[in-house]
């Protein structure tokens, strides 16, 4: 990518390195416009700022070069410094709401196993049957007898970087995991694990790879593929992110039942079965392997189980995929904590807990002590202090970490594979390797351009002939299929390397030039979720410092507000102007609007699920309409001085007293709805009551009903009057002689009863007599004229014959808003978002134990999953009726069962402002 508009100061790229542009025109000696640049290292260019016999700027020795701007890449490193910052704020919240909901899962599956023994049915393994000589991919002769060589090794290195698409056979897969698992479970009996390089020997520290393959293929390329020489430790993370874990760890496996002393393993935060069904591991093996998923997916976690926590190299350097706990310990109580089992959901339930959950969830911080991790949860972070003290204590020399990209910058501002933290201290009783080293505690993380974003380094950490002899190397994963072809097509080991260098140098400066972007959408994206996530805290602040009452504020109170309820991490002024907020005319924004922009939704998957959305949307009608007389009577004793305004507590008050049949959550939601379209002008933040019960009718709905002629226009209309006079007369028949008001939340309910009541010869039928009689006693209906009546009864007397059935009844009444859709979109979107937000993680842990083939249960396995997470919450967030009318609505296949993935990948977030404008 060039750029013609450079100007002097901008950092540039010119084939992989960092430059700043010194000066910009024409050459006296030369056509065109020429850009003078002085790199970062001096021996990559060739002057001084002279040319041709002429200074155009003064420039280091050797360290200048004057090129055409089409070959410079400009460097926002401001604007990528910015969007990646955004980037760690999402992913530390993403991380967070897991963390929270990591113990309600846990608690929810060990509840159903508890108290509903009998929707667990014994399930029968079919074993993985042994592939044949045809199939395709690569073969390994003596598996079966826990035996393999490295060349099967190097061919199916080789299949993989040639991406033929097929998958190692699933035999093969899970006789590695079985059997690297048995040397790991012997070779690893404790927490800690202790290894030794010894003097002409290796040993790889690689950080994070994430399902990035190319990483770990780019890895063995520059430094060597494992073996009793050359070791390597995965420092964790191997899971999850990328789609090619299944391909990295087929390679670590085998090269640990090879040689068991070349790879080792410690245990990462993704290496646990809860994040693997929420981040992507589940996904990639049910995709690779449909039918045998569950079998190799459990494998993996016994897997997991197995390898350490931490692991010790020559007694003097510490290697743990997070970080150190909040208690300071000595290695022989980390040694001693059972390892074997899954990450715990919470650090206060045992000590072990503590320091298992710690090692693999805390970061390293600047200031000293044990502070909150903006990871949330009850992740901590340690400072310089601790590092010192459990180093000193425990006679190591350096720490090594993974668990996060770096947040480093190069000269460019762009993420490095590694970062130093904590300098030892003027007094320091912990000595480091060598003289050179700059930190007791280091962050190598692997994953270059992690998740194909973030433009970032992956770093290893290499040791030679022990451990005081080490350095740090950095690399730019190129595309696995780039690597075999160079592999392939180049002998000369020396041009394949120059080769490699060059496109390596190119491919990053394409990346850094659109990294910002990519990740400036990705943030969009995830600030989207945020607001819809967060939707009821914003509008109680922006409501509760609206002083006008007027839905609007000022930019710098939204900005407070999206500052204390979202993240003080983000750029909101940034954000105000990309999503032009701000009306042009008063400079204020509404925030009603803001709040309403973001919604989240049901995706449209041909008509699937899509009955559960109008059920709730019914039922959120009938329940507040059942509750219509009630609240006139109520709010008629609060309004004292008759000027028809409450407050906003007032309201919400009196809908929670009247068992509308929402939930407080709920009611707390519809307030914002109520809010939009019932606050009256200058009343200080009061409700307008009859505004809102307006909105409350019982509507006849044509959809039901045949084509009114001329003479019968007015009827569609009055119909709904008709409807509302019925259930309020049944309401009070109940009230005056005393009988308990119906409990069913549907009008359907009193429908019935009146029709009931009204047919005396009881013979199912409301002949034109009753129907009319019947009619007549109604308030909307005492001062008909008697030819209106009786068009009334033809009307709904579809058929024709002289009398109106049961169906033709309740035809002619259905459930609508007269002023819009709102009410109902409130209710609805609560519904949405705690199911997306707050019970999709324990809702899929608890559908996995199941152990259902094809992710499928039924309907009572998954009432009894969403009710025991409701109840766990204390408000419970749904009603008993809207979880009904979940299960009764769900799309389930002939066998009466339910993809409960496809159910919950059914939600979306969307901007309504976005989508409209296409």
Same mark, same amino acid.
Request: proline letters at 4%; aromatic letters at 10%.
């Given at each position: ?64 070069? *004057? ?141 994070? %790879? ?5 990483? /770990? ?23 999850? =992110? ?31 079965? #809860?994040?693997?069904? =929420? ?95 903006? =990871? ?189 309820? /979202? ?12 999503? &032009? ?26 008509? #699937? ?9 019914? =039922? ?30 007032? *309201? ?7 068992? %509308? ?118 308030? &909307? ?138």
């Amino acid at each position: 990518m060039g750029n013609e508009n450079l100007e002097v100061g901008t950092k540039v790229i010119y084939r992989g390195q960092e430059a700043v542009v010194m000066y910009t025109g024409p050459l006296h000696h030369a056509v065109g416009n020429w850009v003078g640049v002085q790199f970062e290292e001096s021996a990559v260019g060739r002057n001084d700022g002279s040319t041709g016999g002429k200074k155009y700027f003064d420039g280091k020795h050797g360290s200048c070069l *004057f090129v055409r701007p089409g070959n410079l890449v400009a460097v926002n490193s401001k604007k990528h410094r910015s969007a990646f910052n955004q980037w760690q704020v999402f992913d530390a919240a993403n991380e967070g709401e897991f963390l929270r909901h990591h113990e309600i899962a846990h608690s929810t599956e060990s509840m159903i196993r508890k108290e509903s023994k009998q929707l667990f049915s014994a399930k029968t393994r079919t074993p993985i049957p042994e592939p044949l000589a045809s199939d395709q991919g690569p073969h390994f002769a003596n598996l079966k007898e826990g035996k393999i060589s490295e060349e099967e090794i190097n061919m199916m290195i080789t299949h993989y970087k040639s991406g033929n698409g097929a998958n190692l056979h699933p035999y093969y897969l899970h006789r590695m995991l079985t059997e690297a698992t048995k040397i790991v479970t012997k070779q690893c009996p404790t927490a800690v694990s202790k290894i030794s390089i010894s003097q002409g020997s290796n040993l790889v520290v690689c950080g994070d %790879t994430h399902g990035q393959l190319e990483d /770990l293929l780019w890895i063995y390329f520059k430094h060597g593929t494992p073996s009793a020489d050359n070791q390597y430790l995965m420092n964790g993370d191997i899971a999850d =992110r990328g789609n090619q874990a299944v391909e990295i760890f087929s390679i670590l496996l085998a090269y640990k039942i090879l040689c068991p002393a070349s790879v080792w393993i410690n245990k990462g935060n993704h290496e646990d079965n #809860l994040m693997n069904l =929420r981040y992507g591991f589940h996904g990639e093996l049910k995709a690779k392997y449909p039918a045998q998923y569950q079998i190799l997916f459990n494998a993996f976690q016994k897997f997991f189980y197995a390898i350490p926590l931490a692991t010790v190299i020559n007694k003097q350097v510490f290697v743990v995929h997070g970080g150190l706990t909040r208690k300071q310990l000595r290695l022989g109580l980390l040694d001693s904590v059972d390892h074997r089992r899954p990450v715990p959901d919470s650090p206060k339930t045992s000590l072990h807990d503590m320091i298992f959950y710690d090692m693999l969830w805390s970061d390293p911080q600047s200031v000293n002590g044990v502070g909150l991790n903006s =990871r949330g949860g009850d992740t901590i972070s340690f400072g310089p202090d601790v590092t010192h003290k459990f180093l000193a204590l425990n006679g190591l020399s350096m720490m090594i970490r993974s668990h996060q990209v770096p947040e480093t910058v190069d000269s460019a501002g762009f993420p490095r594979g590694f970062q130093w933290h904590h300098p030892f201290p003027a007094d320091s009783k912990v000595k480091g390797l060598n003289a050179n080293q700059p930190g007791m505690c280091v962050t190598v993380f692997s994953a270059s351009n992690y998740v194909g974003t973030n433009a970032n380094m992956g770093g290893v950490v290499i040791f030679k002939n022990g451990v005081a002899d080490f350095e740090i190397l950095e690399h730019y994963a190129q595309d696995v299929a780039y690597l075999h072809e160079v592999e392939k097509e180049t002998e000369d080991a020396t041009e394949m390397l120059r080769s490699i260098a060059k496109h390596e140098k190119t491919s990053r400066e394409a990346m850094l030039a659109k990294a910002a972007g990519l990740l400036e959408s990705q943030g969009m994206e995830e600030l989207k979720s945020m607001i819809v996530r967060k939707k009821q805290e914003l509008f109680e602040f922006f409501w509760a410092i609206d002083q006008d009452k007027d839905l609007h504020l000022k930019p710098e109170l939204w900005k407070e507000g999206c500052s204390y309820v /979202l993240s003080d991490g983000l750029p909101w002024d940034d954000i105000m102007q990309k999503l &032009c907020l701000t009306d042009p005319t008063s400079g204020l924004i509404r925030y009603t609007s803001f709040l309403q922009r973001f919604q989240i939704r049901f995706k449209n998957k041909m008509g #699937l699920h899509a009955g559960f959305r109008r059920a709730i949307t019914d =039922r959120c009608y009938e329940m507040l309409l059942m509750a219509d007389l009630s609240m006139r009577e109520t709010f008629a004793v609060l309004d004292r001085n008759d000027d028809g305004l409450v407050s906003l507590r007032e *309201f919400q008050e009196v809908l929670s007293s009247l068992g %509308t049949g929402l939930t407080k959550p709920q009611l707390q939601a519809l307030m914002k709805t109520i809010v939009v379209h019932s606050c009256h002008p200058g009343s200080g933040g009061k409700l307008k009551i009859e505004d809102f019960l307006a909105r409350l009718q019982l509507k006849y709905s044509s959809t039901h009903a045949k084509i009114a002629n001329h003479e019968q226009d007015w009827v569609p209309m009055f119909l709904g009057q008709v409807a509302k006079d019925i259930v309020q007369a049944v309401q009070k028949e109940h009230t005056r002689t005393e009988e308990m008001v119906l409990q069913s939340t549907s009008p359907i309910a009193y429908l019935t009863e009146f029709f009931n009541s009204h047919d005396l010869d009881k013979n199912g039928y409301l002949e034109q007599t009753e129907f009319l009689t019947a009619l007549k006693r109604l308030p &909307c209906c005492v001062d008909l004229e008697p030819e209106k009546l009786k068009c009334l009864g033809d009307y709904c007397d579809v058929v024709g014959n002289g009398r109106v059935n049961y169906l033709e009844f309740l035809h002619a009444f259905h459930v609508e808003d007269s002023a819009g859709s709102e009410l109902s979109e409130d209710i609805l979107e609560h519904v949405y978002r705690i199911l997306h937000f707050e019970f999709t993680g324990a809702m899929r842990r608890a559908f996995h134990s199941f152990e259902e083939p094809d992710d499928l249960v039924t309907s009572e396995q998954f009432k009894s999953v969403v009710m025991t997470i409701n109840n766990l919450s204390d408000p419970p967030p749904l009603s008993e009726t809207q979880i009904q009318c979940l299960i009764d609505t769900l799309d389930l296949n002939g066998e009466g069962k339910l993809d409960y993935e496809d159910f919950l990948s059914s939600f979306e977030i969307i901007d309504v402002v976005l989508d409209e404008e296409g």
